[in-house]
T-cell receptor
Framework: LAKTTQPISMDSYEGQEVNITCSHN???????ITWYQQFPSQGPRFIIQ???TKVTNEVASLFIPADRKSSTLSLPRVSLSDTAVYYC??????????????FGTGTRLQVTL | ETGVTQTPRHLVMGMTNKKSLKCEQH?????MYWYKQSAKKPLELMFV???????ENNSVPSRFSPECPNSSHLFLHLHTLQPEDSALYLC??????????????FGNGTRLTVT
């Protein structure tokens, strides 16, 4: 199983762009990279998923270099409401192995004025 | 609204009580999961059901007993719990199958306190 490493915490001011990098050195060929956001006392919420290069949606962008050994979640112009824990997961979802996805400790993002 | 509804939101129970947690998903998914999240710990996968069949039991003590009567409903029956079982219990669902990369959809959890 691909293990992920993320910073434990990050701080940002409102309006700034935040980039959270996740390392996954032993990512397998069929593995996808998925990011979740979790607010206190709520379940994690899917943000974005990608396999290679760049993926963008209305919430965030995901940058994946050619070697896929890391990925960066980019949150444009964060607001106070983006204060949460962000999880990076790596796993092969195509073959129904969701149970093999492992949540790490995540990155606690604190946004202030 | 996440499409996955968990009840109750909060539960306090004594160690000799029997209670059940309920989860219902309105997303048409075929797989459902129970996770446990203790304070300052990562989410731990407890049970997985695919098409109502249990496919994973990650060494969970027998005082936790899951039930999946259909692909939309999942229960977690609790009995003779310990104080260390106090945690946020999260239910999730997803669409599993070949060629799909469906993300997990979580409910907002049941905050369980064992006294």
């Amino acid at each position: 199983l691909a293990k992920t490493t993320q910073p434990i915490s990050m701080d940002s001011y409102e309006g700034q762009e935040v980039n959270i990098t996740c390392s996954h050195n032993n990512i397998a060929t069929n593995d996808y990279i998925t990011w979740y956001q979790q607010f206190p006392s709520q379940g994690p919420r899917f943000i974005i998923q990608g396999y290679k290069t760049k993926v963008t949606n209305e919430v965030a962008s995901l940058f994946i270099p050619a070697d896929r050994k890391s990925s960066t979640l980019s949150l444009p112009r964060v607001s106070l409401s983006d204060t949460a824990v962000y999880y990076c997961l790596v796993g092969d979802r195509a073959t129904g192995t969701a149970s093999k996805l492992t949540f790490g400790t995540g990155t606690r993002l604190q946004v202030t004025l | 609204e996440t499409g996955v509804t968990q009840t109750p939101r909060h539960l306090v129970m004594g160690m000799t009580n029997k209670k059940s947690l309920k989860c219902e998903q309105h997303l048409g998914h075929n797989a459902m999961y129970w996770y446990k999240q203790s304070a300052k710990k990562p989410l731990e996968l407890m049970f997985v059901y695919n098409f109502k069949e249990q496919t994973e039991n990650n060494s969970v003590p027998s005082r936790f007993s899951p039930e999946c009567p259909n692909s939309s409903h999942l229960f977690l029956h609790l009995h003779t719990l310990q104080p260390e079982d106090s945690a946020l219990y999260l239910c999730a669902s997803s669409q599993e199958g070949s060629g799909l990369n469906s993300p997990l959809h979580f409910g907002n959890g049941t905050r369980l306190t064992v006294t």
